[in-house]
């Protein structure tokens, strides 16, 4: 009996620790100190815009944005899961992609320098310039020339930072591999895709907003309409029509889109990492 007791005494403080986690870090400093700055910012642009009795087509107060959300919701919010499906696909090619050009890279010295400076010309180039034209290229598939638009600008942080991770390997590590023989596919496996972990992940916070970045750039220059609309088309429709406040709403949206999927790769990265590397640990410091 003193040993279920003891179990389960164990268990109920295990909970309340791992309560009390969650707790301090949703009052910690780093989610304290922006959410206070954002509400302080708010409400300075809330009372601007009544003081200085600026016209709703010209600066909608935060206010009016949020009402024009709820009543607008259900059509801005269709138009946001196709915003979010192109960059979803997009960012996983880019992600697929990455790494196996990462580790072609890394296996041959003779093969990253001759394309390298490729990914770096395709990085360079204004997607802007060229979306127009991959989207008469591909005009019988809009949906695919979306995608090809937002890898272009997501595919680059993924490969450099991967290619980068996998070539930092200690030294000393790399000889005790050598030294036993290891292949080059079992040092890649086992020490240099560790040792790339942290720099990957890096290039896929920065690749989830670029790949947003990119698709609402191409829906911009496509003008898709209809059900098959993005975000970007509900934004575009709304300036034209003088509906500044949808505008808004729209582009709120589309801002909280790019927060939330560097919060969930931050999530993402600090789980993987907290165990091990300085980036993570240091923070409990």
């Known amino acids: 009996m003193p040993s279920t007791i003891t179990k389960n005494q164990k268990q109920q ?8 986690s969650i707790l301090n870090q949703l009052f910690s400093p780093d989610i304290i100190a922006p959410l206070i ?7 300075t642009w809330e009372i601007s815009v009544r003081v200085m009795n600026i016209p709703p087509y010209l600066l909608p107060g935060p206010i009016l944005v949020l009402k024009t959300m709820i009543q607008e919701w259900n059509e801005l919010l269709t138009s ?28 041959n010295k003779l093969i990253e320098r001759s394309l390298f400076p490729y990914a770096v010309i395709l990085q360079t180039t204004p997607i802007v310039a060229i ?28 490969i450099s930072n991967t290619t980068l991770g996998l070539n930092s390997v200690d030294k000393n590590l790399s000889d005790m591999f050598k030294l036993y023989g290891a292949s080059p596919w079992q040092t890649l496996i086992y020490l240099r895709f560790p040792s790339a972990l942290p720099y990957f992940l890096g290039g896929l ?3 989830g907003g670029l790949a947003l970045i990119g698709a609402v ?7 898709t309409g209809g ?10 429709m709304s300036s034209y029509n003088l509906q500044i406040p949808r505008m808004f709403a729209a582009l709120f949206l589309t801002t909280g889109l790019g ?16 165990d091990w590397h300085e980036s993570v640990t240091n923070k409990d410091v």
């Open 80 to 107: 946001l899961v196709i915003t979010i499906k192109i960059t979803v696909v997009a960012l996983a090619v880019a992600v697929v992609s990455g790494i196996l050009i990462s580790m072609l890279f890394a296996q």
């Open 13 to 20: 403080l295990t909970q309340i620790q791992s309560k009390k």
């Open 205 to 207: 916070r920065i690749s």
């Open 227 to 236: 059900s098959r609309s993005g975000i970007a088309y509900q934004i575009l």
């Open 217 to 223: 750039v191409a829906e911009f220059v496509a003008g």
């Open 259 to 274: 927060i939330a999927i560097f919060l969930l790769f931050t999530v993402l990265s600090d789980s993987l990492l907290k």
């Open 131 to 158: 979306s127009p034209l991959i989207i008469i290229w591909l005009r019988d598939n809009t949906f695919a020339a979306l995608i090809l638009c937002a890898w272009i600008v997501a595919f680059f942080p993924i």
């Open 37 to 43: 700055l954002g509400i302080i910012v708010l409400l």
